[in-house]
């Protein structure tokens, strides 16, 4: 790497994504002074001075689509959630959709790997389950049946085709017997 490659240090760099092709990397920068913000960066990975791509007010970081035709910042507005998607090749915002934030505690939505739609954890009735949005708006739907365990992480296979998700296993196998007599917790 030569020194016109070397990445910015006005924030912390985070979340690198290499391109199918191996061709770039893209990376977000957080600013220290403001969390509210933040930026998306690309850079060849042969070399060359990197290149701000995005810069947004986003409270958590940005997901790029695999094919890294779009962008995904998670938004709030007054207590509203919103995704957004961004167009990387016009730095356009192409779509804003309605971020069902019932589980914020889980995973943050993620790129459907042909990039036409966002997927999510959701929680609704007592279960979790991955919710699919397309990005055209058409009707969201369910992509996995509702379980009692939470969906904590996610990751597509290289061809796409599979996916493996992380489930937070919960159980209560702990009893509280207590003697009213002597109040006493046994």
């Known amino acids: ?3 016109s490659s070397v990445i910015p240090t006005t924030g912390i760099a985070r979340a690198p994504f290499c391109t199918l092709d191996s061709q770039k990397v893209y990376f977000s920068i957080r600013p220290k002074s403001n969390v509210q913000r933040i930026s998306l960066w690309s850079m060849p990975l042969a070399g060359g001075p ?3 791509e995005l810069d947004l007010a986003s ?3 940005l997901m790029v689509s695999r094919d890294t035709k779009y962008a995904l910042a998670f938004m709030n507005a007054n207590l509203a959630y919103f995704l957004q998607i961004w167009d990387l090749s016009t730095h356009q915002m192409v779509k804003q959709l309605p971020w069902n934030v019932s589980n914020l505690q889980g995973m943050f939505p993620t ?3 042909d990039g036409k739609a966002v997927v999510g954890t959701i929680f609704s009735q007592g279960s979790f389950a991955l919710q699919y949005e397309p990005i055209d708006g058409s009707p969201t739907h369910l992509m996995t049946a509702p379980t009692h365990d939470a969906q904590t992480s996610l990751a597509w296979s290289p061809s796409g085709s ?4 992380l489930q937070l296993r ?3 196998d702990v009893v509280l017997i207590t003697d009213l007599a002597n109040k006493q917790a046994h």
């Open 50 to 52: 990197p290149r701000q």
């Open 111 to 113: 790129f459907f790997p």
């Open 59 to 61: 409270f958590n970081g």
């Open 1 to 3: 790497m030569d020194s």
């Open 170 to 172: 919960a159980s209560s």
């Open 162 to 165: 599979k996916l493996g998700v």
